[in-house]
């Protein structure tokens, strides 16, 4: 018996239940992986016993030796995986990555320019809810009706209100982003362009989409979507390094050693180390061939499952995809997309609903689900898989719909594809 079915049968009986929705079912949530046997070891290791306010060599503990190895060997991962001179690995996850740029390169009330929300935009990116649409004054950009971006109305926008920062990444858009044209809006402006590619980090790493690096001012990432690692964030830049312990003036130049300063003493405390231990893990396995492989097989399935949507009559927002994601608009199929998101849930394929484009429907249930392939790849699916499990969706969003039999019917063949290709076969919290 494991050490936690043994004390707490409780909890280890519910990760086993958990456990068996995730190998049972299709995870097309696109923000969504599974990690490695080795990442989820570093995860559960003893370096969350360990506080280390501070950085590597600049510990405000004793007894960093150790980690201060593991935490090297991240930094220096992440700079060799993404060509950058400065990698921050430390903070806790996506938001506080982001809000650690705002914190190093904006003052309070400073003007910020991100994508809505309603049109594929992170709520860090400037929602009125949010510390980003709070503490400094956002304007927010919107898509063009086709779904594409609209450069011609963020340069507008961006000339008329001035902002001091213009955020590009989003958690729905289905196309490539061309980074040099909306540098070069920034720059028309004297904005810092921060790049938020937490969706498409992995795809970025295999060469199936274009980088960032050496365009946007600075780039965070969440480290647990495509590039397959725990749960965590990285922000990259480049420019000059610095000692954090020192104050330096707010310029490109130093954004290291203001990133540096933003995270520790500005936001955060003691790094979460076994956070630490398997991001360094999750980069090595970035930096092989197989992952290349990986990353543009995710394009290719995304593509593929888009394909036999297409032709089965379903509407995507731009027409189709080149990265990770597909937005689909419901409206034509009469369906909303929470509706859509319960039938999908009930047959075992976890999607998310989603708005699309100058949606009429409300945000909670809105007209669209967005669905992606990153983790179906990992488990080995190909084309051939994803036309099956397009047929799949149709299935239960057709038959499926308001008849229970019909939904138990379509589980089982959910789980008999799933099957096919075993997600961490000896692992159990039980036994
Ligand atoms: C583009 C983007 N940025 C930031 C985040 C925030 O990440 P986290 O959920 O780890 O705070 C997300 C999460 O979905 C995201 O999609």
Known sequence: MSHLSQSDLEIAQLLETELHRQRDGLEMIPSENFVSRSVLDALGCIGTNKYSEGYPGMRYYGGCKNVDAVENIARERAKALFGVTHANVQPYSGSPANQAVYFALLDPGDTVMGMHLYFGGHMTHGLPVNFSGTIYRSVQYQSRPDGYLDLDAMAEMAKKEKPKMIIVGATAYPRQYDWKPLKEIADSVGAFLMADISHIAGLIVAGAHPSPVGIADVITTTTHKTLRGPRGAMILCNGNESTPLKKVERSRENIPTLIDRAIIPGLQGGPHNHQTAAIAVTLKEAATPEFNVYGHQIVKNAKALAETLLELGYELVTGGTDNHLILVNLTNKGISGKEAESVLDAVG???????????????????????????????????????????????????????????????????????????????????
Do not use: C, W
């Open 349 to 431: 394929i976890t999607v998310n609903k989603n708005t699309v484009p100058f949606d009429p429907r409300k945000p909670f249930d809105p007209s669209g689900i967005r669905m992606g392939t990153p983790a179906l790849t990992t488990r080995g699916f190909t084309e051939t898989d994803m036309k099956q499990v397009g047929r799949l969706i149709h299935q239960a969003l057709s038959e499926g719909m308001g008849s229970e039999a019909k939904q138990q019917e379509i589980k089982m063949n959910v789980k008999e594809l799933a099957d096919t290709h075993p997600l961490y076969p000896d692992l159990s919290y039980l036994g």
